[in-house]
């Protein structure tokens, strides 16, 4: 449970940073700005993969006298989600080396912030709705109100 609340203040802290880099890229100019806000990026994926990675192995279980166990599990979104980000992010790492610089687009880096974003929503509202549904048969089962 501690590794899981580091891990998202991790995910925060890198957020936080991710956006003000893509701000200050905005603002001023400069390369290193955009390398700085494309290095928070993978770190971001990093994060949400050792949050899922970390939930999956916590989870919620319940053994009784039969030893049956309920163990959460995710619908394949979680999955689906790290892969097409990840896989926007590849794409884009492509795209610069073809035509360099267009990672260094703000529009392009304004989007991909907003990808981000609706990664990591779809992400905590697949672990809250697993969580629900693992307290739900956690309940039927042990016939809890």
Known sequence: MLKAKV??????ITNILNILFLILSGIYDNDNMF????FTT??????LV????????EGLNSDINKSKI???SFSDI???IVVMFGLIFLILMFLNSIDN???????????????TVIAEIFTYVSISNARKET????????NMK
């Not at 891990?7 to 925060?12: A, G, P, S, T, V």
């Not at 993978?42 to 994060?47: A, D, M, N, S, T």
């Not at 050792?50 to 192995?57: A, F, R, T, V, Y």
């Open 35 to 38: 390398d700085y806000y494309w």
């Open 50 to 57: 050792l949050i899922i990675n970390e939930w999956s192995k």
């Open 7 to 12: 891990f998202n203040i991790l995910l925060i």
């Open 101 to 115: 610089g267009i990672i260094n687009n703000l529009y392009v880096m304004t989007g991909f912030t907003i990808i």
């Open 135 to 142: 307290v739900k048969l956690l309940q039927k089962q042990h």
């Open 70 to 72: 309920i163990n959460r």
């Open 78 to 80: 979680t999955t689906i």
């Open 42 to 47: 993978p770190l971001i994926l990093i994060f």
